[in-house]
């Protein structure tokens, strides 16, 4: 009973926060004065992440400073990272990413602006790192299955299954397999190296992979789109929240939560520490945390939130309901800048390429 008159009362919370976020939404200052286009303050947003699935903050944002607009700049992790560092002049005011390890990097090497956010202290404690690295979302890694491919066999849960399953069809899974492309991906070196440190059948999985040619992508949608047309049948280390998303538009695709363990990732964002609008990026930093945030992430987004409070049909608690493994957060901490250390990325890129030999160019569906 205690249980549910607290997630009663946070539904409330972010519902009457949302209700008031609305009515704000007038276009005018606090006068009632009409702001004009050239009144209007940019805020500015590099990420890693759908516009169609992060617009609904936005919006509710928008909604909150009439005369602010978002501009949002979407790439993958691993280009996102790059062009952070090798063109200044392109850094926003906020940068979001899945990939865990290269956000760690850029906090720890001084480009994240410090700042105690209140709504903080709502959230796990092992969802922040040192007031300048906020993780917001609790992200399932998955395998995707088109079931073409089963005829009579049975859904791969396991990644010993999935082992099974690639002997069993053996020529027919010959380049359709599909896989990030570590080397391009961030998110795809971040799950492939925490699948190194946890799983017992790494090395084989990387023998199967290379032996059947497997083929690389650099984004969760282009594998899925693969796996849609019959180009690939087996998705490996997918986002879960864009791949739960096509299965229930695809029924015939299904996702899954390996049963050995499930890999979870959390989106982090941190406010660049020469940003031009470090105030409307604190602002957007503690919606993002908030109650309201959370609850829209839960309800509209796809996205799983950082918060075992909200409470929707992508909330913690609904993500629990499905089969999975064990949950394994990769931590927000320093061990992340181990993967980030370029002898280590080499020693795991020389076993990638031995592995993937066979393999050329990778692919990216337009």
């Known amino acids: 009973m205690r249980m549910f008159t607290c997630f009663f009362v946070w539904g409330l919370f972010a519902l009457s926060a949302f209700a008031f976020a609305e009515q704000d939404s007038t276009g005018k200052d606090s006068t009632g004065k009409e702001i004009t286009a050239n009144e209007r303050r940019v805020l500015s947003i590099n990420g890693a992440v759908n516009r169609t699935v992060i617009d609904p903050l936005f919006k509710a944002f928008e909604a909150q400073h009439p005369d602010v607009t978002i501009h949002y700049t979407e790439s993958n992790t691993r280009d996102l990272y790059e062009r952070f560092l090798s063109e200044p002049e392109t850094r926003a005011d906020i940068i979001m990413s899945p990939a865990m390890d290269l956000q ?18 709502r959230l796990p404690s092992d969802s922040y790192w040192r007031n300048e690295l906020f993780g917001f979302t609790y992200e399932p890694i998955v395998t995707a299955i088109n079931t073409d491919i089963l005829a009579a066999d049975d859904l791969p849960l396991s990644r010993e299954q999935l082992l ?22 961030g998110i795809g070196y971040l799950a492939w190296t925490y699948d190194g440190q946890q799983s017992r059948s790494y090395g ?82 503690d ?47 320093l061990e992340l800048l181990i993967q980030t250390d370029d002898a280590k990325k080499q020693l795991i890129y020389n076993e990638w390429d031995n592995a993937m030999q066979p393999l050329s160019e990778s692919l990216s569906s337009p």
């Open 204 to 285: 084989r999985l990387l023998e199967a992979f290379g032996n059947h040619q497997a083929q690389l992508y650099t984004d969760t949608s282009s594998m899925l789109q693969a796996l849609l047309k019959g180009q690939v049948f087996v998705a490996y280390n997918l986002i879960g929240a864009y791949s739960y998303q096509w299965s229930e538009q695809y029924p015939w695709i299904k996702t899954i939560m390996p049963t050995d363990y499930t890999s979870v990732i959390m989106r982090t964002a941190f406010i660049y520490q020469d940003a031009k609008q470090p105030r409307l990026a604190k602002r957007f930093i």
């Open 287 to 333: 919606l993002l945390l908030s109650p309201l945030g959370q609850h829209i992430l839960a309800n509209q987004s796809g996205l799983t939130p950082i918060s075992p409070k909200a409470v929707g049909p992508y909330s913690r608690d609904a993500l629990s309901k499905l089969p999975h493994g064990i949950f394994r957060p990769i931590p927000l901490g």
């Open 104 to 121: 760690f990097k850029l906090a720890n090497d001084g480009f994240a602006l410090a700042y105690q956010s209140p709504e903080r202290e």
């Open 164 to 185: 099974n399953l690639i002997r069993k069809k053996n020529h027919l899974l010959d380049e359709k397999i599909g896989l990030f492309d570590i080397k391009k991906s």
